[in-house]
């Protein structure tokens, strides 16, 4: 029998998985919104999971989320360069900077921690629990009482629609992907934009990769990302380029995730292996289904 109090957890995981996916998702959501595509976004998770991990160790949670942010910049800052500044292709630059930071992540976490890597343990956020609102049945505790990443993704989702809807920058950048080069005719720095809203999206995927050091599991290991970065493009397709319902895509996938949860405690019989695919099969739907009833940016991926 699932009671309340199992119902609260389970949405209160469900949040929390979502929470780094919907960082992820809002700055891919930025790069594709500017008519480019990047696949090293599931890259500069990774990169910001190690950052987290060695800023965590040296000086606490703040100054790991610093240096996350600083690695997920980095990465997207290689990106910019092939794709933007030396046009090369978007899907190929992408795909190698991903598996570049594989290498390089495993290369300095062995070389940073050594042996005691598989045993790391690194402070983490605790949960701010937000008064009153945190006692609520069963919202209460997935809504009012998460870490302090959760409250700022869900910040940064007004945050992007704003920006992207209410601004001149936003009106620029959505020209940069709808039409180049009628953008530049009218003087739009379209790469310029392009780069800074890859640059944000790198800021914004890697305190994703570290919100999952730092707000999750309090440890590193190599690939830990798992494939998030490409479930974040997933999202972004399913959310039709929109903030709001990018964050209704991530909250969907941290449901799909947290079911594991909720089974497994609930004592169904069933195979782990079938639980934990339940986000990846979702994301192939997503893109299988997503695309054909929504438009995306006209320039989206044409350099």
């Not at 940073?112 to 701010?128: H, M």
């Not at 009106?171 to 992907?177: V, Y």
């Not at 800021?203 to 990769?209: F, I, N, Q, S, T």
Request: aromatic letters at 8%; proline letters at 5%; a positive charge.
């Amino acid at each position: 029998m699932i009671d309340e109090v199992l119902v609260a957890s389970f949405l209160a995981a469900a949040v929390r998985v979502a929470t780094p996916l919907l960082l992820a998702a809002l700055g891919e959501l930025l790069v594709e919104r500017g008519g480019m595509i990047n696949l090293g976004i599931e890259g500069a998770m990774l990169a910001g999971a190690l950052g987290g991990a060695l800023g965590a160790s040296g000086g606490g949670v703040w100054l790991g989320a610093g240096s996350a942010m600083l690695a997920g910049a980095l990465t997207a800052t290689v990106f910019a360069w092939v794709a933007i500044g030396l046009r090369g292709d978007q899907i190929i630059a992408g795909t190698a900077v991903t598996l570049g930071a594989v290498g390089i992540t495993g290369v300095i976490f062995r070389e940073a921690f050594g042996a005691v890597g598989p045993g790391l343990t690194l402070p983490t956020f605790r949960p701010l629990r937000l008064p009153l609102l945190s006692d609520l049945p069963l919202l209460g505790e997935a809504l009012f009482a998460q870490p302090a990443p959760t409250y700022v993704a869900a910040l940064l989702v007004p945050l992007c629609w704003w920006a992207l809807f209410r601004t001149h920058w936003g009106l620029s950048l959505r020209a940069a992907g709808e039409a180049p080069e009628a953008a530049t005719a009218t003087g739009v720095p379209v790469r310029r934009l392009r780069a800074t809203a890859t640059l944000l999206g790198g800021v914004l995927a890697g305190l994703g990769g570290g919100t999952l050091v730092l707000a999750q599991v309090g440890t590193f290991a190599e690939k830990m990302t798992a494939g998030r970065g490409f479930i974040a493009i997933a999202i972004v397709v399913l959310g039709r380029w929109h903030p709001v319902w990018v964050l209704g895509a991530s909250l969907l996938f941290g449901l799909a995730t947290a079911l594991q949860f909720l089974f497994q405690a609930a004592g169904l019989r069933a195979p782990y292996q079938l639980f934990l695919m339940l986000p990846y099969g979702l994301a192939l739907l997503a893109l299988a289904g997503g695309m054909g009833r929504s438009r995306a940016p006209e320039a989206l991926g044409r350099g």
